[in-house]
């Protein structure tokens, strides 16, 4: 079959290496991709958003199957726009339409879910303009530190955790009247501060039938111990040393099959990935976050736990057969570490050529913001460089294996966590 990645990321250079190993794959297109997913494909310069563009090559180049990687896309409707169209009935998109993306587009519509349908997670109220005085209200009423998120997407900038009532206020009224986050913050959800372990947990469903896929925990802050500002990801883990079979129970019973149910119960149809933030209180679980796609940095140890054939599940999705279907899982751990811009998360300069990228025995490097020059010297093109991923027989192997390949990378100023996975030794 002929299959098309939608994004330019770690997560979606991961996701073209698994689906390049098929033994049904024909031809592997990647839009817009990156200097590492041409390694494993072919790159089109094609916007995410451009659905229209993104229809006519699909029906040139024959595609059956398109993989969307970032949340924007499926939140802005190319699930429903495929679907509107006839003459692209027969390519399958795996992703939810606009509705069912809802339950990562907007906090306030998954908390409401969550309630409605006993799903365990935070206390919580959702505020705007209009009513900000309940909102200081509520806040009054809470024990630091005070948790603030955006209603919409904020390119994972949208969350606030404060320990100071006036400063909880100021950002309250930042958000809802200074349009901090834009149009994302609208509507505040304020959140009771759970205290405990995070981690992320990935299925793929059909709507009625799901697969678990591998556990993982990345790491959000740019500092060692996580400290200073939160990033798109620092590094992740997999598998998670204490989602054990009796926790995973919990997490299946409590969390997965209430999702699945409830959404078909209100008749909103979900096709493709739900990725669970969850975080364990005591030794149970409750939901941070629903995201409507796969994670990143945790694609990049999650793919490479697959041992199964990627692309029988996105087929088991576009013929419904995905209850027929197996997910084998590597026993080994996986570990990646990202290589950052210095200055990330802030400002930081792009076009820095990275030296020392080869075929390492024990790694793999998975490219975040990477292009490629007319001399074909290979060039920093993000924040989030590369990320360095290996296998061990436990974390504390592969981790070394990441931090061994990483001594040979270099480019200009670069900036890595060396403690990832601290917690969990």
């Avoid at 995410?48 to 970032?70: R, W």
């Avoid at 490629?372 to 060039?379: C, R, W």
Wanted: proline letters at 4%; hydrophobic letters at 40%.
């Amino acid at each position: 079959m002929n299959l098309l990645i939608l994004g330019s990321g770690g997560r979606e250079h991961a996701i073209a290496w698994k689906s390049a190993q098929s033994s049904h794959l024909k031809k592997l297109f990647i839009a817009p991709g990156n200097a590492g997913t041409k390694s494993v494909g072919i790159n089109v310069d094609l916007n995410v958003n451009d659905f229209e563009a993104i229809a006519n090559f699909a029906l040139e180049n024959k595609i059956h199957i398109i993989v969307v990687g970032p949340e924007e896309p499926l939140v802005n409707g190319i699930v429903d726009y495929f679907n509107s169209r006839e003459d692209l009935s027969k390519i399958t998109v795996i992703g939810p339409n606009k509705e069912a993306a809802q339950l990562e587009g907007s906090k306030d519509f998954s908390k409401q879910f969550m309630a409605r349908h006993n799903i365990p997670t935070a206390k919580y109220a959702t505020f705007t303009k209009e009513n900000i005085k309940d909102g200081y209200g509520f806040l009054e009423l809470m024990k630091p530190p005070y948790v603030l998120k955006a209603d919409g997407l904020a390119a994972g900038k949208g969350v606030l955790i404060l320990n100071n009532l006036k400063e909880a206020k100021e950002e309250l009224k930042n958000m809802l009247t200074g349009s901090k986050f834009g149009k994302a913050s609208s509507k505040v959800v304020i959140e009771q501060f759970l205290k405990g372990i995070e981690l992320s947990v990935f299925v793929v469903t059909d709507g009625k039938n799901y697969k678990l896929l591998p556990e993982a925990k990345d790491y959000k802050r740019i500092g060692a111990n996580d400290t200073g500002a939160n990033t798109g990801g620092m590094g992740a883990v997999s598998p998670v040393p204490f989602a054990n079979r009796e926790f995973m129970d919990k997490v299946e019973n409590q969390v997965i099959i209430p999702t699945i149910k409830g959404l078909k119960k209100e008749g909103i149809h979900y096709s493709g990935f739900i990725f669970f933030g969850l975080i364990s209180v005591k030794g149970d679980p409750y939901v941070i976050e629903y995201n409507c796609r796969l994670g990143d940095p945790e694609t990049e140890v999650v793919m490479p736990r697959i041992k199964s054939d990627i692309l029988e599940l996105f087929d088991g999705i576009a013929t419904d057969t995905l209850g027929e279907r197996d997910v084998e899982i590597d026993a080994r751990s996986v570990a990646t570490v990202m290589m950052v811009s210095g200055g990330y998360p802030e400002k930081y300069e792009k076009g820095k050529q990275i030296l020392g990228l080869k075929e390492f025995e024990k790694s793999i490097v998975f490219h975040a913001g990477t292009t490629e020059n007319e001399d074909g010297a290979i060039l920093t093109n993000g924040g989030r460089v590369l990320a360095v991923t290996s296998y061990g027989k436990n974390i504390e192997k592969a981790l070394k294996n990441s931090y061994n390949a990483i001594e040979n990378i270099t480019f200009d100023n670069s900036n890595y966590r060396k403690d990832i996975g601290f917690d969990l030794l």
